[in-house]
């Protein structure tokens, strides 16, 4: 039973990680596009980076919830497990396109790193 324990609250600390991340990186575009750009490189739609900016950052404070609450139902391990690939494979294939920055490279490696951790801690538990 500690262990199952330990791999519940190891999920939970890596939900309230992803959680956090997705809330900060969600919001930076609505709170300052230029550094956004600066970093990222720049935009032709700046609605839809803030539309994106603004999913992420629901599903950040969703992560966030669940894991304050120390909650880890299915239904939140797809969200966090699903929004983790999807960001990684539209980082990928557009850096591979040469459409966007290499810098999402970076963003592919810890989505990469969230779903690893959380998938090894299921299964640990």
Known sequence: MADEENAMMSRIHV???????????????????????AVTGPKTEDW?????????????????????????PLAILVLAVGSAMAFTAVDVWYVLRG??????????????????????GRRSG
């Open 48 to 72: 839809l980076v803030r539309m994106v900016g603004l999913l992420a950052a629901v599903i950040g404070a969703t992560l966030l919830t669940a894991g304050r609450h120390r909650q880890e």
């Open 15 to 37: 939900l309230r990680a992803q959680g956090a991340y997705y809330t900060l990186t969600g919001l930076w575009p609505l709170v300052h596009m230029a550094s956004f750009e």
């Open 99 to 120: 459409e966007i920055s290499r810098i999402y490279l970076a963003d592919a490696v810890a989505e990469i790193g969230l779903v690893v951790l959380l998938l090894w």
